[in-house]
């Protein structure tokens, strides 16, 4: 099983700041990796697949990138609505694994 | 647009089965393949599987090899999730996500979850 791992654990950001997550796989992933967004009491938002492809209808603001082993998810400029747990999430084989998500608030 | 709803709450005994449902629409379902994610109270995400809506064919993460059963109707457009041997740490959100069309392995399309509650 492909282990995913993220850091930091928790991230306080200031609105208007830019926030850097980090998501790294046991193995090589090559660019199968998504990333999402889940608020309280919500389902979670694919907002990255392909490591670095928007999906529809996601701001400009969040961008993802690296292949292999190590990716990262770049907030550019932190909005109220964009503090939220976000995931990593592999799909290199068909056997899917998450990682245990970082959690983004209000600083 | 595409929706996926799910069934409502559950609540079970320990060594029970539920059986979470989950209803397609909006796109054509034997296109796509059907996962199925829980999220303990306070917890990450845990994928437990997914199956093709074409041809049945599943993948289930090992933790759940011999305890969960997901099929497809496709007269009805729904997916199912059956747990057996249930165990109060089984408590949590099922979620039914739709895989993705431009990525196949990424949940483009997510259900709004079923609580499933195992007490005594």
């Known amino acids: 099983e492909i282990v995913m791992t993220q850091s930091p654990a928790s991230l306080s950001v200031s609105p208007g700041e830019r926030a850097t997550l980090s998501c790294r796989a046991s193995?090589?992933?090559?660019?199968?990796l998504a990333w999402y967004q889940q608020k309280p009491g919500q389902a979670p938002r694919l907002l990255i697949y392909?490591?670095?492809t928007r999906a529809t209808g996601i701001p400009a603001r969040f961008s993802g990138s690296g292949s292999g082993t190590e990716f990262t998810l770049t907030i550019s400029s932190l909005q109220s609505e964009d503090f939220a747990v976000y995931y990593c999430?592999?799909?290199?084989?068909?056997?899917?694994?998450f990682g245990p998500g970082t959690k983004v608030d209000i600083k | 647009q595409v929706q996926l709803v799910q069934s409502g709450a559950e609540v079970k005994k320990p060594g029970a089965s539920v059986k979470v449902s989950c209803k397609a629409s909006?796109?054509?379902?034997?296109?796509?393949?059907i996962t199925w994610v829980r999220q303990a109270p306070g917890q990450g995400l845990e994928w437990m599987g997914w199956?093709?809506?074409?041809?049945?064919?599943?993948n289930y993460a090992q933790k759940y090899q011999g305890r969960v059963t997901m099929t497809t109707d496709t007269s009805t457009s729904t997916a199912y999730m059956e747990l057996r041997s249930l165990r109060s740490d089984d408590t949590a959100v099922y979620y039914c996500?739709?895989?993705?069309?431009?990525?196949?392995?990424?949940?483009?399309?997510w259900g709004q979850g079923t609580l499933v509650t195992v007490s005594s």
């Open positions: 996500a739709r895989l993705g069309a431009a990525a196949a392995g990424s949940f483009e399309y």
């Open positions: 909006g796109y054509t379902f034997t296109s796509y393949g």
């Open positions: 199956i093709s809506a074409y041809n049945g064919n599943t």
């Open positions: 193995q090589s992933v090559s660019s199968n």
């Open positions: 392909g490591a670095s």
């Open positions: 999430q592999q799909y290199n084989n068909w056997l899917f694994t």
